[in-house]
């Protein structure tokens, strides 16, 4: 049985096109999943044993073969109402901490790979409402310039913050993050609930095998 993510997503945005929380987005995406392959166990936050610290968001287990999946849920502060339920989303400021964190997740799956024997392929989801994520910085000199997340641009080797970067920004985010493998960011449209700058939502998917 082959697992598709791509199939996943284009399933869950036909049922959800907003999501209040990061938890409530994982919840629904591992629902969907076991919808989608009842034969596949799903388990949240899942501590492999050669690493009890680490908590994989979902992990996917077909034929024994391990699918690890990080999310990353990052909104822009507004208020939604879809079918007469209202979703007050958060602020989340930090581009800076959030383009990496989700870099670092790329990183983690490919640590999982090198350590999970029954590791197949693994995936990073990114889903947001802030347009800024897909642009470029305004600034060439900025702190996170490395970690960039804007779309069309590739990410593969160590990438760091520059030396400009306050210690605020970076604590506990200090070490580079070192990508093996190379990935495409290509960002997509996932849900579109109105024309205001904070009603359109864009997925990023980076697979990792």
Known sequence: MDFDILKV????????????????????????????????????????????????????????????????????????????EAFILKEHSAKDVNCYLYLKDLQRIEHIKENAPFFEKGYGVFLTNERSYLKEPNKPNCVYKEFSLANGIV????????????????????RPI???????????????????NSGKFFVLINKIE
């Open 155 to 174: 990410k593969s080797g160590i990438m760091q913050w520059s030396e400009t970067a306050s210690l605020g920004t970076k604590k506990g985010n200090e």
């Open 178 to 196: 070192h990508l093996k493998g190379t990935y495409n960011i290509q960002w997509n449209t996932y849900s579109e609930l109105d024309e205001s």
């Open 9 to 84: 997503v284009e399933y869950l945005k036909n049922k959800r096109k907003i999501f209040i929380s990061e938890a409530d987005f994982q919840f629904e995406m591992a629902w969907a999943i076991k919808e989608l392959y009842p034969e596949a166990k799903v388990r949240l936050e899942y501590c492999p044993v050669f690493e009890p610290s680490m908590h994989i968001d979902i992990l996917v287990i077909i034929d024994s073969k391990w699918i690890p999946i990080e999310l990353k849920y990052k909104t822009k502060k507004c208020f939604k109402t879809i079918d007469n």
